[in-house]
């Protein structure tokens, strides 16, 4: 183990977050990958809890840094039977984009409900061309074919790849440059949507993807289109909860006042405007813990 974090700790607090919230939950579902992932927990490694706004909360996730204490997190994922092995492309996936941009950061995606769900190579101080990714061999070619899109929206630079290697698909995020960056038009907003062939927008919902500070997207190895996209403001303490896009029933509005958190000062918040071609959603989340290059620039922004 590293930097003292335990699993009993973690799970503590998971339980906690799932229970303001009222979501079903079950140590059978937890326990185990914690368990599993405990040699990568740090003091210093970012932790976030998370959700999907609406009237019932069906699942809670949370997201962990998990190395430099596990190098390989697919493999220590394989090996205690979280999915089973495969040849299809998205096994390799990660592996190929560390080799072409070193990183020490990575964090695994699970849920309260559905377990583990996906692994993420985190390389926010060395972002990479999205045209250079879309050379890595198991890069599903939807992004190469979908570079004409980014580059029209200022799309570039890619801080952060995801792997789902259940549901076989694949996440970009772009860290939207300088000038950009929290000032989107929502006419751009409404341009990109359309382009995807995303459900029609509330013009609350647009206006708040405006303050985005990273965009992004969903893709898989079968098809060409854009499965899903987001836009993320960056996080802050506090957040107001008259400024989101949605009404927040009161154990949502207390998850984002109340959960518990490891650093001093009030709780540091996320959001993130999403829409699928069916319908838009609002993900909230609370930071547990967060790593102090991460907290350095989201003070630099208050």
Request: hydrophobic content about 40%.
């Amino acid at each position: 183990m590293s930097g003292g974090v335990s699993a009993e700790e973690l799970y503590s607090a998971i339980e906690e977050s799932a229970r303001l919230v009222d979501a079903p939950f079950s140590r059978d579902k937890v326990w185990p990958i914690l368990a599993a992932f405990e040699g990568g927990f740090s003091e210093n490694g970012g932790v976030i809890f998370s959700l999907q706004a609406g009237e019932e909360v069906a699942e809670v996730e949370y997201s962990i840094q998990v190395s430099p204490g596990i190098e390989d997190p697919y493999t220590h994922a394989l090996a205690n039977g979280f999915f089973k092995e495969t040849d299809h492309p998205v096994r390799a996936l990660l592996a190929e984009v560390v080799e072409l941009v070193p990183t020490s950061e990575h964090y695994i995606d699970c849920g309260i409900v559905g377990g583990f769900k996906k692994i993420y190579a985190n390389f926010p101080h060395a972002p990479q061309k999205v045209s250079k990714l879309a050379e890595v061999p198991s890069m599903p070619r939807a992004v190469s074919e979908n570079l004409e899109f980014f580059a029209r929206y200022g799309l570039e630079d890619v801080a952060l790849v995801g792997a789902d290697c259940k549901n076989r698909t694949m996440n970009l995020y772009f860290q939207l440059p300088a000038g950009i960056a929290g000032n989107l038009e929502p006419k751009t907003v409404q341009e990109m949507l359309r382009e995807t062939g995303m459900s029609e927008p509330s013009e609350e919902m647009l206006a708040y993807a405006g303050k985005a500070f990273r965009v992004y997207v969903t893709l898989n190895w079968d098809r060409s289109e854009i499965l899903r996209i987001s836009f993320a403001p960056q996080p802050r303490r506090s957040v107001d909860l008259a400024e989101l896009p949605a009404r927040l029933v009161p154990r949502i509005a207390e998850f984002m006042q109340a959960t518990p958190h490891k650093y001093a000062g009030a709780l540091i918040n996320a959001t993130a405007a999403k829409w699928s071609p069916e319908k838009e959603f609002l993900d909230l989340a609370s930071y547990y813990q967060v790593s102090p290059i991460h907290l350095k620039a989201i003070e630099a922004q208050e």
